[in-house]
């Protein structure tokens, strides 16, 4: 090859490559190019996106509230809540407890019903108690009743007659007794210091186990083994003898025989042909009206009082609820104050009984039921009252329930809070002021009931029969084995 010709190839492969690189270089270019073009439409993009944010107002979690058609509330003047302490007072009967429980019929169901139809809740917050900031100081089971208790919430309190529209709203077993201001932080559980309860109690309640009866066998061997630990119970000794003595005059020994061995038929096999249900309906008439005339001496009733101081000062209760052990330090309770009235006679069956009177810092579930079922038995069976004591240790007692009849709750205190509530300028929370209104409202609504359910279902001789008789009961397999409870009980009360 010539120099000539190899100059001119060197050339053109020296074209071709800076063409080339030209190329590339283009290439980047374009591309750094197209990149940034890219980012910037990014930018603003993003830029729009957050203006697009910034302009968006946030949604409201507000409901509109609606009537019962479906169709929105036209809005009214909106009037300033204030946070308040409602005291009031209730009979239980025919209602699911204190506490809001849709759909059952309950205390707070038909107040919060009362407070909107009087205007001291507004219609936007008709629909929902939580936005009025509802609480309890002492929560009542299904019939339990109230001559006291207090709730609290924010109410429109500005019109001066809200307490008489609200009450005139309010179906006469329900009344309030007052409405008082209270500061934001008020919280009517966790500030109430102490609660009353008062447990009627019919005195025939303190008679003695029945003649012949699993308990009265066991009371009367106790005696013989434990000579001057049981009381010689005269009282009750009289009583059963007057009952049989009235019972022998009315029926003859045959008749007495068929009485105690009757056993009621199932209902679609009942065919009284030989007029012996009419015979033992008449022997229980006779019984209950001896019951009913029976006067309890001052003797039994100072036993009765001796007997339920034992529950006085701090306690462990474990025994007196259920589901607590021994050491939970929860089952310590402190009994501040026990009072029994003198006996008062009431209704046309002239039924005596007696108030007794519990102050407690707090109560734990069927406590009180139990307290009063405790005391009676070991009344009833002549211990001594220290008995009630050894309840307390680490033993494990089954101790039964009186019946919920006879338990109403009296009023709560806020002894402590009071002060803090007069520092700021607030009305103390004091029940005392309204004692009268209060005790006519519980003899007319709710001791009235009491007594009348008493004569009418005889639910306390039911509760202390069911204990006279109670010994064994028939197994899983068929077989009749002694319970724990009447070996706990044959210890704990009979000393065995």
Known sequence: MSENESKAEYNDKEDK???KRGAESQSTEDGQVVNANEANACNKDKSAVDDQHVDKKP???????????????PKEKRLPKRKVAVMIGYCGAGYCGLQYNPPNPTIESTLFKAFCDSGAISKANS???KKNGFARTARTDKGVHAGGNLISLKMIIEDPDIKQKINDALPEGIRVWDIKRVNKAFDCRKMCGSRWYEYLLPTYSLIGPKPDT??????????LEYPNVLDDDSESREFWKNLKDDVKEKFT?????????????????????????QKVKQYKQLENAHRRKHRISKEKLEKFRVVMKQYLGAHNFHNFTLGKEYKDPSAIRFMKDITISDPFVIGAAETEWISIKIHGQSFMLHQIRKMISMATLVTRCGCPADRITEAYGTQRLNIPKAPALGLLLEAPVFEGYNKRLTEFGYDPIDFSKYQTEMDAFKMKH???KIYKEE???????????????????TGAQGVETETKKVMQFKKMFLNI
Do not use: C, H, M, W
């Open 17 to 19: 490559n800076v063409l």
């Open 59 to 73: 949604k409201s979690n507000r409901t509109v509230a609606l009537d019962s058609n479906g169709n929105p509330l």
């Open 127 to 129: 629909t929902d108690l």
């Open 214 to 223: 699993t308990l009265y066998n066991e009371v009367e061997q106790s005696k």
């Open 253 to 277: 020994p045959e008749e007495i025989a068929a009485i105690k061995a009757y056993v009621p038929p199932p209902k679609e096999e009942f065919v009284d042909s030989d007029g012996l249900y």
């Open 446 to 448: 709710i001791y009235d």
């Open 455 to 473: 004569v009418d279902e005889n639910i306390f001789n039911a509760f202390f029969t069911y204990i006279d008789t109670f010994d064994k009961v």
